[in-house]
T-cell receptor
Framework: AQSVTQPDIHITVSEGASLELRCNYS??????LFWYVQSPGQGLQLLLK??????LVQGIKGFEAEFKRSQSSFNLRKPSVHWSDAAEYFCAVVGYSSASKIIFGSGTRLSIRP | NAGVMQNPRHLVRRRGQEARLRCSPMKGHSHVYWYRQLPEEGLKFMVY????????ESGMPKERFSAEFPKEGPSILRIQQVVRGDSAAYFC???????????????FGDGTRLSIL
């Protein structure tokens, strides 16, 4: 069964520091992978997506993610975080066999230290 | 803003009442998805609809929950005889085509926060 694991429930980084949020997926074939961000009381905004091709994906707001098939990972990175990046981040996967379901991880809450 | 529109943003119901949640997809999108988010959790898939058809309802509770996406008008998620455990944020998403046919990400609305007294 498809699954997504985000091992870090809550991360705090200092403003200006680099960030890496971890995501591991379980799926038999190459999945479609996404990172979404959710601000309090808001819906989800798509940060970036991986369907095929270059394994390093650039997204909005200065985020990037790298698909590593050997590690079944799709970690999200940003070289320098801003206070406005404080939010909940969700990794998600959908597979070839499923036209409908996005499987979400449980999320990582990011706090920014001034 | 031509994004996914959900209303109401907040809905309060007493136990036993009915809750109706509405979702208007993005312009040009004919595929609608509903998700439920319990406090401190990720989103869980409920149902996938195209115009007038339910494609996948494997995430819907067997009783009290139903969804429709009529030819005209918004998609509706209906919860009958609500209970405290139905309190959650309900999100709607839409896409231009099925997720597995290529570059078809889902765009999400801001959700409806349902509170059951």
């Amino acid at each position: 069964a498809q699954s997504v694991t985000q091992p870090d429930i809550h991360i705090t980084v200092s403003e200006g520091a680099s960030l890496e949020l971890r995501c591991n997926y379980s799926y038999g074939a190459t999945p479609y992978l996404f990172w979404y961000v959710q601000s309090p009381g808001q819906g989800l905004q798509l940060l970036l997506k991986y369907f095929s091709g270059d394994t390093l994906v650039q997204g909005i707001k200065g985020f990037e993610a790298e698909f590593k098939r050997s590690q079944s990972s799709f970690n999200l990175r940003k070289p320098s975080v801003h206070w406005s990046d404080a939010a909940e981040y969700f990794c998600a996967v959908v597979g070839y066999s499923s036209a409908s379901k996005i499987i979400f991880g449980s999320g990582t809450r990011l706090s920014i230290r001034p | 803003n031509a994004g996914v529109m959900q209303n109401p943003r907040h809905l309060v119901r007493r136990r036993g009442q009915e809750a109706r949640l509405r979702c208007s997809p993005m312009k040009g999108h004919s595929h609608v998805y509903w998700y439920r988010q319990l406090p401190e959790e990720g989103l869980k898939f409920m149902v996938y609809l195209q115009k007038e058809n339910i494609i996948d309802e494997s995430g819907m509770p067997k009783e009290r929950f139903s969804a429709e996406f009529p030819k005209e008008g918004p998609s509706i998620l209906r919860i009958q005889q609500v209970v405290r455990g139905d309190s959650a944020a309900y999100f709607c998403a839409s896409s231009q085509g099925p997720m597995n046919t290529g570059n078809q990400p889902q765009h999400f609305g801001d959700g409806t926060r349902l509170s059951i007294l």
